[in-house]
């Protein structure tokens, strides 16, 4: 992939990904929530939801490098993971 751009950016609309920055930052476990472009700049903005918060993140869309999907399935696992054990 040559870059994070807009086509890419609308295929993550819903799911819940980690942001990696060009700057090196990782914004983690957030909801990719829309996509706005500033009217009067043309700059292209994503709105993101933190995992189970109500404030949201606007990030540039140049400021973004990559992104990963997450499977909020094996995050929740995490917690469970002591009753897998039989102590004897």
Known sequence: MKGFTLNV????I????NLHLKDGS?????RVA???RD???GE??????PH???GALQIPLRNIAWVKLLDLNLIGA???QGSWFILS
């Open 39 to 41: 009217p009067l700049k």
């Open 44 to 49: 292209v903005f994503i709105k993101c939801v």
């Open 78 to 80: 995490g917690g469970r």
């Open 14 to 17: 819903g799911k819940n990904v």
């Open 9 to 12: 950016a609308k295929s993550f």
């Open 34 to 36: 829309e996509i706005r």
């Open 52 to 54: 189970g918060k109500a």
């Open 26 to 30: 990782v914004i983690v476990n957030v």
